[in-house]
């Protein structure tokens, strides 16, 4: 067998797409559309080398039309858990033994053939099970999830790569090698980026591992389409296998394995704190402690200094807060703005609010579309209308919502006199956003306030150009957000650019998209080689003259 030491790609951020008229792109997801549209699918479970079906099934519809059916999805119980944790075990010591960069080699054709002839199929899969338009999808389905596999690719590299400083002191020889987890891996993917729900069990296999994955219900319309690309590349059966079951029954399957190795999580802060507990009380079942990796919630915010651009501001909070309808964990949900720039700010939002377009993702001239669920939906709108009551609070804008045809809610603006309103304070993962407005010579006071309102600390802006005003704010606000912005929204990190992940309430700071994730998912050991070995236990110092 050959052997060496191999380059990888260097990786760079995929290109986006602009979906302009008359561009291929826009040509190719229209008919990508239009043909998800035209067919029902009959999703399966992967589990091992089965595509596993059962008796029952669940729709899938798009959350901006409800009514239309796009397929159904084959519902697990607790054996199917079962059966995939064993698969995945099964394929573990061939895997975790296959050399590296066949490992990466697969998933750098992933990469490419999302890039490539898959594309279309992801971006519109994400946008009709979804609910995102193309644009959102391109940056998340295509883009992200391309970032992600190719980066990681090139981290995974640089870790195996990575030797002791002094690699032999005389007659030795020092070495480190990177294992992969003993055990199996839980991915548990949320409904809103199609990019985490692929890099969530990838990252982890990457490195030698097998996993369960248990995504989201309201994304396994795209997450279908995610296992097409990594069979075609040539994942091997058993390494990632996708299963649809409920989660307290997967759990206590997953949770009660000693070879339960780790968790790999984003979703919401209540579920995660509820399997780390369950973990901790399980502790003694397992043959190791497991690794637990997790990206839960925020009620991110914005900060405007007295010296900012009021038309920036409302721009970033316009794009910050209602892009994909407020559901990203980074949305801007909170704002801080001085009364001096205050009329202007409302002036600019409310002039953006008023010609933007609501509907469905198949129409591109929408720009806001719906909220992922009725479960979702009736959770946002209860927390309008409970403003739309309470005294000290202002409709700015929006308000409205029906889900009649498909769950929409109106980018929804609030002004609370009260900076700790319950819409200032909880994570509501919709449309809307809540502006306080301070006094201006109030400033360090408000970041305090902002410091200390919320138990999340994911991620945060601020708009001013004072520079003095910008450095206090980094400084004050370093525990409050992993991701901090200078004059830009608190959304759209990049892979490569800026790794994503919060502290505090929102996790444990893996960041996604670094190295530091990918080492989470291995065991290193160090191995020292004696070439000469001593012959005489005697040390020089044992000797008097």
């Not at 858990?81 to 573990?92: G, S, T």
């Not at 009620?299 to 405007?304: E, S």
């Not at 946002?380 to 308000?399: F, S």
Request: charged share 20%.
């Amino acid at each position: 067998m050959s052997k060496g030491f191999f380059s990888i790609p260097y990786p760079t951020n995929e290109p986006v797409l602009s979906y302009a008229p008359g561009s291929p792109e826009k040509a190719a997801i229209k008919a990508a559309i239009a043909e998800l549209r035209s067919q029902e699918v009959d999703v399966p479970m992967y589990i091992g080398n089965e595509l596993v079906r059962t008796d029952v099934k669940k729709k899938l519809s798009p959350p901006h039309d409800h009514q239309h059916v796009l397929g159904h999805f084959n519902y697990g119980d607790r054996s199917h858990a079962e059966k995939a944790v064993q698969a995945a075990l099964d394929a573990k010591a061939n895997w975790e033994n296959l050399a590296w960069e066949h490992r990466a080699a697969i998933f750098l054709k992933a990469a490419d053939l999302i890039a490539g002839p898959y594309r279309a199929k992801i971006n519109a899969a994400t946008m009709l099970g979804q609910s995102k338009n193309a644009y959102q999808a391109e940056i998340d389905a295509a883009c992200e999830f391309i970032d992600f596999l190719r980066f990681n690719v090139h981290y995974m590299g640089e870790i195996y790569n990575q030797q002791p400083i002094v690699p032999g002191s005389p007659n030795t020889w020092n070495r480190t090698e990177q294992r992969p987890l003993e055990g199996f891996i839980f991915a548990i993917t949320p409904f809103n980026f199609t990019a985490i729900a692929g890099n969530l069990p990838a990252a982890p296999a990457m490195m030698g591992n097998t996993v369960v994955w248990k995504p989201s219900e309201t994304q396994i319309y795209a997450a279908n389409v995610i296992m097409e690309v990594f069979r075609e590349a040539g994942l091997p059966d058993g390494v990632i296998n996708l299963i649809y079951v409920d989660g307290p029954e997967a759990g206590d399957v997953v949770f009660n394995h000693a070879d339960f190795a780790g968790l790999h999580f984003t979703g919401s802060t209540g579920v995660f704190q509820h399997l780390w507990k369950t973990i901790g009380e399980n502790i003694a079942k397992y043959k190791a402690y497991p690794r637990i990796v997790g990206e839960t919630g925020g009620k991110d915010f914005v900060v405007a200094h007295k010296s900012a651009n009021a038309q920036e501001v409302a721009t970033g909070l316009v794009r910050g807060a209602f892009e994909f309808q407020g559901q990203k964990c980074s949305a801007a949900s909170r704002a801080y703005i001085p009364a001096n720039i205050w009329e202007d700010v409302k002036k600019y939002m409310q002039a953006d609010l008023a010609e933007i377009k609501m509907g469905g993702t198949e129409d591109f001239t929408n720009f806001i579309n719906a909220v992922i669920d009725e479960k979702a939906f009736d959770k946002i709108a209860g927390y309008i209308d409970q403003a739309k009551q309470d005294a000290g609070v202002e409709l700015i804008a929006g308000g409205n919502h029906d889900k009649s045809t498909g769950y929409f809610i109106e980018p929804t603006v609030l002004r609370a006199d009260d900076p700790k309103y319950r819409t200032m304070c909880e994570e509501i993962f919709g449309p809307v956003l809540t502006i306080h407005v301070y006094d201006p010579e109030k400033f360090e006071e408000t970041l305090k306030l902002v410091d200390e309102t919320s138990p999340y600390a994911l991620t945060g802006a601020i708009f001013s150009k004072d520079r003095y005003a910008a450095e206090l704010a980094t400084k004050r606000l370093h525990q409050a957000a992993g991701n901090f912005y200078i004059n830009d929204k608190p959304t759209g990190a990049v892979v490569g650019q800026q790794p994503f992940g919060g502290g505090r309430a929102s996790g444990t700071n893996d960041k996604a998209g670094a190295m530091v994730n990918l080492l989470r998912w291995v065991s290193p050991r160090t191995v020292k080689e004696n070439l000469l070995p001593p012959t005489d236990y005697k040390y020089p110092f044992l000797q008097e003259s």
